[in-house]
């Protein structure tokens, strides 16, 4: 089982409509988790941290759930400028060799 | 001010050859990392380096070796260059304390060998 997975799309998601996507780990004692965005051609950015309560940062709610190891986000009133891919990180033991980029999501947004 | 540079943008080089790629962090960080992000678009850590350590992913060939000649800097030197070694490298910083693993990339050096 890989270690971070993600449904690599792409979603094609006209522009406004709410769109969610999961992202799931293997180890069970991974410790912190993070969204980070990439555009074409461009570096990854974080875009939020995930915390266990959950967290919303205006149109975007990450949300963790350790039971069934998997992370989302939500994403609601899509804009054209949110197509890009979505990593799914995982911090999974001491030190950044711990860190674990997922391959992403590939979000389209359509007018 | 850039945050995270990185020279050259582009890279074309030819097999066998043996070619460096700079980086350079303004943000104080402690900590520095190369990754490798593949034509799938798969993103993986090679090195991270504080100044105290060097983790090596141990996938990584031993043909590329990172150089820090001080804390704002993780430069990356790659022998014998080999067609697989083709991809983008991202140089990424990050203040190391509690979850404070936020990674800042620099924009990427995309490694073409012929």
């Known amino acids: 089982r890989k270690e971070v997975e993600q449904d690599p799309g792409p979603f094609n998601v006209p522009e406004g409509a709410t769109v969610a996507f999961n992202c799931t780990y293997s180890?069970?004692?991974?410790?912190?988790f993070f969204w980070y965005r990439q555009d074409c051609r461009k570096e990854p950015k974080l875009l939020m941290s995930?915390?266990?309560s959950g967290n919303e940062d205006g149109r975007f709610t990450a949300q963790l759930n350790r039971a069934s190891q998997y992370i989302s986000l939500l994403i609601r009133d899509s804009k054209l400028s949110d197509s890009a891919t979505y990593l799914c990180?995982?911090?999974?033991?001491?030190?950044?060799?711990?860190?674990?980029f997922g391959k992403g999501t590939h979000l389209i947004i359509q007018p | 001010d850039t945050a995270v540079s990185q020279t050259p943008k582009y890279l074309v080089t030819q097999m066998g050859n043996d070619k460096s790629i700079k980086c350079e962090q303004n943000l104080g960080h402690d900590t520095m990392y190369w990754y490798k992000q593949d034509s799938k678009k798969f993103l993986k850590i090679m090195f991270s380096y504080n100044n105290k350590e060097l983790i090596i992913n141990e996938t990584v060939p031993n043909r590329f070796s990172p150089k820090s000649p001080d804390k704002a800097h993780l430069n990356l030197h790659i022998n014998s260059l080999e067609l697989g070694d083709s991809a983008v490298y991202f140089c990424?910083?990050?203040?190391?304390?509690?979850?404070?693993?936020?990674?800042?990339f620099g924009p990427g050096t995309r490694l073409t060998v012929t």
């Open positions: 990424a910083s990050s203040q190391v304390a509690g979850e404070g693993y936020e990674q800042y």
């Open positions: 995930v915390y266990s």
């Open positions: 180890n069970s004692a991974s410790q912190s």
């Open positions: 990180v995982v911090l999974s033991g001491g030190g950044a060799d711990g860190l674990t």
